[in-house]
């Protein structure tokens, strides 16, 4: 049975740092594009990171470039959000996802993904 398990999530103060980790069971997530998501209280998921399955081409969101950094470990078969630099209004509860299509670049719109983890959240303190 395919399963996403999101972890790392925790309470940090403003400018801190948190690693999210997405490991799944009965897929290897390098083969297929990985996203990760967010969804703060009263707010729509909005898509913030992904990564292409085979070439590992990544994308960030305008509001979590060059604060956030996406990686994988084959060998570990997880995929890796660093936050550094958090933000309260990157509080929220966090998700990874898999995009099952073979083609194609990443997205961050959360209707392209197929499968989904059940979140771990971030707070974020000011």
């Known amino acids: 049975q395919l399963r996403f398990v999101e972890s790392g999530g925790g309470f940090v103060r403003a400018g801190g740092s948190l690693r999210l980790s997405c490991t799944a069971s009965?897929?290897?997530?390098?083969?297929?594009?990985i996203g990760w998501f967010r969804q703060a209280p009263g707010k729509e998921r909005e898509g913030i990171s992904c990564?292409?399955?085979?070439?590992?081409?990544?994308n960030y969101a305008d509001a979590v470039k060059d604060r956030f950094t996406i990686s994988r470990d084959h060998a570990e078969n997880t995929v890796y959000l660093q936050m550094n630099n958090l933000q309260s209004d990157d509080s929220g509860d966090y998700y990874c996802?898999?995009?099952?299509?073979?083609?194609?670049?990443?997205?961050?719109?959360?209707?392209?993904?197929?499968?989904w983890g059940r979140g771990t959240q971030v707070i974020v303190s000011s």
């Open positions: 996802a898999a995009d099952f299509r073979l083609t194609g670049d990443c997205t961050l719109n959360s209707p392209d993904y197929d499968s």
């Open positions: 009965a897929v290897t997530l390098s083969k297929y594009r």
């Open positions: 990564m292409n399955g085979r070439e590992g081409r990544t």
